[in-house]
């Protein structure tokens, strides 16, 4: 597996943050818990991005039409999406974040 550092942000717990690398959109996802999750940064609804999400309940909403998604999984749990969106693995190293946007 091979991690790619994609931002250095420090993220709050119940935070977001919208990152693109390589062509691709991510959103960084600090769960109340402080636990880091990334998902795909487009929207299963309409893809647009999901910069400003934010994290309610274990969940991520769209800021554009609401839908909600789980943070663990990316299943959707709200319309008006009914796809959910991808989970990819990230990690915190030596005061980065890596995603591994290979796996
Ligand atoms: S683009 Fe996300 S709910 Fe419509």
Do not use: N
Request: proline fraction near 8%.
């Amino acid at each position: 597996m091979t991690f790619t550092p994609v931002t250095p942000a420090d993220l709050e717990p119940g935070t977001t943050r919208f990152v693109q690398h390589e062509g691709a959109a991510y959103l960084l996802v600090r769960d109340a818990e402080g636990a880091l999750h990334a998902l795909d940064g487009l929207c299963s609804h309409a893809l647009l991005p999901l910069e400003g999400a934010r994290v309610r309940r274990g969940h991520v909403l769209c800021p554009h039409h609401g839908a909600r998604f789980e943070i663990a999984t990316g299943a959707a749990k709200g319309p008006p999406a009914y796809c959910g969106v991808r989970t990819w693995p990230v990690r915190e190293r030596d005061g980065m974040i890596e995603l591994d946007s290979h796996a």
